[in-house]
Structures are given as structure tokens and as C-alpha cells.
Nanobody
Framework: QVQLVESGGGSVQPGESLRLSCAVSEIAISFNAMNWYRQAPGKQRELVAHMSSGGSADYADSVKGRFTISRDNAENTVYLEMNNLKPEDTAVYYC?????????????WGQGTQVTVSS
């Protein structure tokens, strides 16, 4: 059974940093695209960072230059390094991957980890 387990969230002050982790089982992340999404209260879930199976990364404009997605294939874990955090980064952060089965996309999500940025 595919499982994604996030950790590393917490409460920090503006300008501080956090590193989120996403431990993945039953899917080799080296062969799969991996994503970090976030959802703030009253807002839609948004894509924050994407890493292709080939290792290239893309980011939402709001986090470019501050967030970095990376992966450790040996540990089958994906990370999101978040620097210079702002109050608007407050949200529940979710790890995501998907598998294509023919024309059907099967998405897998973690349980989410809360990030709160406040002075």
C-alpha cells in the first residue's frame, strides 16, 4: 500500500526556516514526479513545488528563491526546505505523487503537516 508520511511542520516566526520531510513507501520516488502542495484556511489547495522523475524542479512564484524541493532516493524521502518564511506561508502542507494506469491518474497524498508563521 502506497503511503506518504509528512513531518517537520511547526510554528516559527517570520524569517525563520523549516524543513519538511515526506517518507514514501511502495513507490520509488526516483521514478515518480513528486509534489508539495499547501492549503491555507478558506483557500484552495495550491501546488508549491514539483520535482520531475528526472530531478528538475519548478516552484510557485510565491515561493521561488525561498523554497527548495529535493529528494534522497536511498531513503525514498522528499524534502521541502523553506527559508525566509512569511505569514502568508501558513498552511497545511501535503506531499503528493501519482501513478498513471492507462488513462487513469491515481493520486496519493500524505496526511499533511501544519506550518504556522507568526510573530
Amino acid at each position: 500500500q502506497v503511503q506518504l508520511v509528512e513531518s517537520g511542520g511547526g510554528s516559527v516566526q517570520p524569517g525563520e526556516s523549516l524543513r519538511l520531510s515526506c517518507a514514501v513507501s511502495e513507490i520509488a520516488i526516483s521514478f515518480n514526479a513528486m509534489n508539495w502542495y499547501r492549503q491555507a484556511p478558506g483557500k484552495q489547495r495550491e501546488l508549491v513545488a514539483h520535482m520531475s522523475s528526472g530531478g528538475s524542479a519548478d516552484y510557485a512564484d510565491s515561493v521561488k528563491g525561498r523554497f527548495t524541493i529535493s529528494r534522497d532516493n536511498a531513503e525514498n524521502t522528499v524534502y521541502l526546505e523553506m527559508n525566509n518564511l512569511k505569514p502568508e506561508d501558513t498552511a497545511v502542507y501535503y506531499c503528493n505523487t501519482f501513478v498513471l494506469r492507462g488513462t487513469t491518474r491515481q493520486d496519493y497524498w500524505g496526511q499533511g503537516t501544519q506550518v504556522t508563521v507568526s510573530s
